[in-house]
Nanobody, 120 residues
Framework: VQLVESGGGLVQAGGSLRLSCAAS????????MGWYRQAPGKQRELVAA????????NYADSVKGRFTISRDNAKNTVYLQMNSLVPEDTAVYYC??????????????WGQGTQVTVSS
């Protein structure tokens, strides 16, 4: 099982980016999925998370109204639409998911991280 992220990059303040994270491998079921970020010298923090059905979401106060998490369960993919980006959003963004494998092992998985840099 692995999570593969894409969509990071360099953007000017006020711009937008869309991150994607796809779960692949021996996945039987994907449960909650979310995005975390870690800026240099800071702890990793939750940015946004979603239940499997998407009926419940949670956002960090700093991104409410600017970021939107969504998912396509048919593709085992979660997205993070980031609008009105500010330099403080600069960080490595990590995808996280709870996954039950086809071997009936439930685990907590992380992506490799994707860099988001917002210039002022």
């Amino acid at each position: 099982v692995q999570l593969v992220e894409s969509g990071g990059g360099l953007v000017q303040a006020g711009g937008s980016l869309r991150l994607s994270c796809a779960a692949s491998g021996s996945t039987f079921s994907v449960y909650a999925m979310g995005w975390y970020r870690q800026a240099p010298g800071k702890q990793r923090e939750l940015v946004a998370a979603s239940t499997r059905g998407g009926s419940r979401t949670n956002y960090a106060d700093s991104v409410k109204g600017r970021f939107t998490i969504s998912r396509d369960n048919a593709k085992n993919t979660v997205y993070l639409q980031m609008n009105s980006l500010v330099p403080e959003d600069t960080a490595v963004y990590y995808c996280n998911a709870g996954i039950l494998s086809t071997d009936w092992v439930r685990g907590d998985y992380w992506g490799q991280g994707t860099q988001v840099t917002v210039s002022s």
